[in-house]
């Protein structure tokens, strides 16, 4: 597509129950990133994809965080047993390669209940 | 390691200058900018891959100094359109993660 697709834009769930946030990058692009915003908090990191590397999930904050990359193309983060404190904006962005311009998605907006 | 970025924030006038100060406690492969509207992703300004390269966009400017492990970002001649929060983002090499500030806000107003 011509940008980064993300869905849902908008999940609202309640307590304990698991999440499924999806990303759709730009086609050719091999980096694919994930961010988490929380209200009036900067950009922090959680995961990093680059082509068929093992991902890089040093920001991840909890074991109930998990994320895949199907083909090089498609990713879900998907977040288990939510908590109130994981209501935030998750961004995906992309690039061609890890160094280049990243470009983001519009954002999942989560609420946790 | 997260940048440490500042000021959190800061109000313009139109056409006053400001400085974005980021830094960083380990060596840096690369230096990226940054800007978010409000409700909006946040959308590319420039990258500066070797130390002492100053880039340019319109009236924006940016410097790294790659001996203190600083980059700069410089808002000239502000315009309302400026107004947004600016991240800047350090990746310690080619294979690291870009990993962004907190962010400064900033608020140019007639």
Known sequence: GAGVSQSPSNKVTEKGKDVELRCDPISGHTALYWYRQSLGQGLEFLIYFQGNSAPDKSGLPSDRFSAERTGGSVSTLTIQRTQQEDSAVYLCASSLRGANVLTFGAGSRLTVL | ?110
């Open chain 2, 1 to 110: 390691q997260q940048p440490v970025q500042s000021p959190q924030a800061v109000i313009l006038r139109e056409g006053e200058d400001a400085v974005i100060n980021c830094s960083s406690s380990k060596a840096l492969y690369s230096v990226h900018w940054y800007r978010q509207k409000h409700g909006e992703a946040p959308v590319f300004l420039m990258i500066l891959l070797k130390g002492g390269e100053q880039k340019g966009h319109e009236k924006i400017s940016a410097s790294f100094n790659e001996k203190k492990q600083q980059s700069s970002l410089y808002l000239t001649a502000s315009q309302l359109s400026y107004s947004g929060t600016y991240f800047c983002g350090f990746r310690n090499s080619g294979n690291t993660p870009l990993v962004f500030g907190k962010g400064t806000r900033l608020s140019v107003i007639a």
